[in-house]
């Protein structure tokens, strides 16, 4: 079984920085995407920022410019560094995780969140 482990949620103030880190343990074979999803109070989860197998990396339009997905392949780590945060940036933060087993079994995989909260 696939688990992620999250780590660097906190307090910061607008306009600081923060990074968060996931890692991933256990036997997949296959990571088709590994990412950030946020869910604030009330609201939906929504996808923050994601790296695919083939390079790509994706970000929610209201993160672009602040936020980078920097990823350490031989540690199957992926980490959101996050800037210039903003109160509507404070949310619980999870790692998510895509991929197949060696027999091709789908897999999907969610951290347990990391809270972040922006507040001066």
């Known amino acids: 079984q696939v688990q992620l482990a999250e780590s660097g949620g906190g307090l910061v103030q607008p306009g600081g920085s923060l990074t968060l880190s996931c890692s991933a343990s256990g036997d997949i074979f296959l990571i088709n995407a590994m990412g950030w999803y946020r869910q604030a109070p009330g609201k939906e989860r929504e996808m923050v920022a994601q790296r695919t197998a083939g390079g790509s990396k994706d970000y929610a339009d209201s993160v672009k410019g602040r936020f980078t997905i920097p990823k350490d392949n031989a540690k199957n780590l992926v980490y959101l560094q996050m800037s210039s945060l903003k109160p509507e940036d404070t949310a619980v933060y999870y790692c998510?995780?895509?991929?197949?087993?060696?027999?091709?079994?789908?897999?999907?995989?969610w951290g347990q969140g990391t809270l972040v909260t922006v507040s001066s």
């Open positions: 998510n995780l895509r991929g197949y087993y060696r027999d091709h079994t789908f897999v999907e995989v």
